[in-house]
């Protein structure tokens, strides 16, 4: 199959598009690069030692002898370089991972909130227009987040993106309904995403686009099989305040000799899942498209949660690090439950990667063999979510912990 890769450079893109060139089919990498112009922005840089583009497509065409081809258009910004490629490629399947995705960013500025929504709101309303102006009946896969959840419920699991329920007509009569989950987003990145959902309703209803959205937990992890056969297709690893995850922060700073930095009481509790089965996960979603005419088909792609303070714990356990709680940047609920239902993925056959068996792997052959290009001055997360946060004012008129 013919795929376009959007942000097929950044840390899911590229070993996504390298798992499904492998596969055999066509891949065409479109990005901005605006990642890597991010990273110049924070004076920050991936502690794994990532190759131009350029240099990326050449080492694999030479490993793989297979080639992915390469489009330099913002997406948001370009929308007729975007529809042109689309009407020249035609492609059978889009998959969409060009997106502002770090939540701190989002919240650094009002110039960094502004980017993110016109960033992400017009790359995606972008792809969906073009799709239908250019007469297209290609498959669109996207990128989306646990987080358009929140996270908690009353108890129930989090189903996979619509939640039954009744409604009582006039005359008394109780009548199912299936309605898209209610959001509740945590940070301006993650409203983008429930922003997203509804673009994504509103086309596949109106022009019977066919759409799967992903409903992603926080990856873990760095290689795949793809990426490690050539130190020149080595994915990157974010460890800084705004762009580094938790777990992958937590392993850097293991091996580097840093405190784990755990916000808060380290309540929060969330959904993971490791880079090869988000590849996987890509490939399964591709193989299985909805019907012409279908609503949006909608997976969890998580597959074990945890709670902050307990993998500080488990990396603590096995690297000998100390555990630091400092205080939380973000305006969050200092502790949740979160159950989540992802049946879909398990059926069509995914295999996941538990922490249990790759946590220590991923100490010791990315985070501990890269330490040396760490700048530790990037580690602290300084992004915060409300004025009151801002350095300088009283601790008093912080907002309380509450649960939101
Ligand atoms: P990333 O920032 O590493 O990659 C995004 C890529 O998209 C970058 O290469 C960037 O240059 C490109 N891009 C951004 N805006 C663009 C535009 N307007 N035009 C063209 N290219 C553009 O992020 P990632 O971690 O690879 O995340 C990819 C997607 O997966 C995001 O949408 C994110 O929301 C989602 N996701 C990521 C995680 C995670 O833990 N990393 C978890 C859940 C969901
Ligand atoms: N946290 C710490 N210490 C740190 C960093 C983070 O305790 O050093 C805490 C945060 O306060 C938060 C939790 O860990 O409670 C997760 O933070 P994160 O930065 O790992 O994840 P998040 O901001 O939610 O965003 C990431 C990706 C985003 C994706 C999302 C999936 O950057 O693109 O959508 O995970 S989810 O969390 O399921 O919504």
């Given at each position: 199959?013919?795929?376009?890769?959007?942000?097929?450079?950044?840390?899911?893109?590229?070993?996504?598009?390298?798992?499904?060139?492998?596969?055999?089919?066509?891949?065409?990498?479109?990005?901005?690069?605006?990642?890597?112009?991010?990273?110049?922005?924070?004076?920050?840089?991936?502690?794994?030692?990532?190759?131009?583009?350029?240099?990326?497509?050449?080492?694999?065409?030479?490993?793989?002898?297979?080639?992915?081809?390469?489009?330099?258009?913002?997406?948001?910004?370009?929308?007729?370089?975007?529809?042109?490629?689309?009407?020249?490629?035609?492609?059978?399947?889009?998959?969409?991972?060009?997106?502002?995705?770090?939540?701190?960013?989002?919240?650094?500025?009002?110039?960094h909130k502004r980017y993110t929504v016109e960033n992400n709101t017009n790359a995606t309303h972008n792809?969906?227009?073009?799709?239908?102006?250019?007469?297209?009946?290609?498959?669109?896969?996207?990128?989306?987040?646990?987080?358009?959840?929140?996270?908690?419920?009353?108890?129930?699991?989090?189903?996979?993106?619509?939640?039954?329920?009744?409604?009582?007509?006039?005359?008394?009569?109780?009548?199912?309904?299936?309605?898209?989950?209610?959001?509740?987003?945590?940070?301006?990145?993650?409203?983008?995403?429930?922003?997203?959902?509804?673009?994504?309703?509103?086309?596949?209803?109106?022009?019977?686009?066919?759409?799967?959205?992903?409903?992603?937990?926080?990856?873990?992890?760095?290689?795949?099989?793809?990426?490690?056969?050539?130190?020149?297709?080595?994915?990157?690893?974010?460890?800084?305040?705004?762009?580094?995850?938790?777990?992958?922060?937590?392993?850097?700073?293991?091996?580097?000799?840093?405190?784990?930095?755990?916000?808060?009481?380290?309540?929060?509790?969330?959904?993971?899942?490791?880079?090869?089965?988000?590849?996987?996960?890509?490939?399964?979603?591709?193989?299985?498209?909805?019907?012409?005419?279908?609503?949006?088909?909608?997976?969890?792609?998580?597959?074990?949660?945890?709670?902050?303070?307990?993998?500080?714990?488990?990396?603590?356990?096995?690297?000998?690090?100390?555990?630091?709680?400092?205080?939380?940047?973000?305006?969050?609920?200092?502790?949740?439950?979160?159950?989540?239902?992802?049946?879909?993925?398990?059926?069509?056959?995914?295999?996941?990667?538990?922490?249990?068996?790759?946590?220590?792997?991923?100490?010791?052959?990315?985070?501990?063999?890269?330490?040396?290009?760490?700048?530790?001055?990037?580690?602290?997360?300084?992004?915060?979510?409300?004025?009151?946060?801002?350095?300088?004012?009283?601790?008093?008129?912080?907002?309380?912990?509450?649960?939101?």
């Open positions: 199959m013919k795929v376009v890769v959007l942000g097929g450079d950044g840390f899911c893109g590229w070993p996504a598009s390298l798992h499904l060139s492998d596969l055999g089919h066509d891949v065409v990498i479109v990005d901005n690069l605006s990642r890597r112009r991010i990273d110049e922005e924070l004076g920050t840089s991936s502690l794994t030692p990532i190759a131009g583009v350029e240099e990326r497509l050449a080492a694999w065409l030479e490993t793989s002898g297979r080639e992915i081809r390469f489009a330099q258009i913002d997406v948001a910004q370009d929308y007729d370089g975007l529809r042109d490629l689309l009407a020249t490629e035609r492609p059978d399947a889009l998959v969409h991972f060009a997106e502002q995705r770090a939540a701190p960013y989002s919240m650094k500025s009002p110039a792809v969906l227009c073009a799709l239908v102006e250019a007469g297209l009946d290609t498959h669109l896969v996207h990128l989306g987040t646990m987080g358009v959840y929140g996270y908690g419920t009353a108890g129930m699991k989090i189903p996979e993106g619509y939640l039954d329920v009744e409604v009582t007509t006039e005359e008394g009569e109780r009548v199912p309904q299936q309605l898209l989950y209610p959001t509740n987003p945590g940070s301006i990145y993650h409203m983008t995403k429930c922003l997203d959902q509804q673009l994504f309703a509103y086309y596949a209803k109106n022009d019977r686009l066919r759409i799967t959205d992903l409903h992603q937990g926080i990856i873990w992890g760095t290689h795949t099989d793809q990426t490690l056969r050539d130190e020149r297709l080595i994915n990157r690893f974010d460890y800084d305040g705004d762009y580094g995850t938790v777990l992958n922060r937590f392993l850097m700073q293991a091996a580097v000799g840093y405190p784990l930095t755990v916000h808060g009481t380290g309540g929060q509790t969330r959904a993971f899942i490791h880079i090869r089965d988000m590849v996987r996960c890509v490939q399964i979603a591709l193989e299985n498209p909805p019907r012409l005419g279908d609503r949006v088909k909608i997976y969890n792609q998580m597959t074990e949660t945890h709670r902050v303070r307990d993998l500080a714990e488990l990396v603590a356990r096995i690297s000998g690090a100390t555990v630091e709680l400092v205080p939380n940047p973000r305006h969050e609920a200092p502790e949740n439950e979160l159950h989540v239902t992802n049946d879909t993925f398990l059926d069509l056959g995914l295999e996941p990667t538990f922490l249990s068996e790759g946590l220590l792997l991923e100490v010791e052959h990315v985070a501990e063999r890269y330490a040396a290009r760490a700048d530790l001055e990037k580690i602290p997360c300084t992004s915060v979510w409300t004025q009151e946060q801002q350095p300088g004012v009283p601790t008093s008129r912080r907002p309380v912990d509450q649960a939101v």
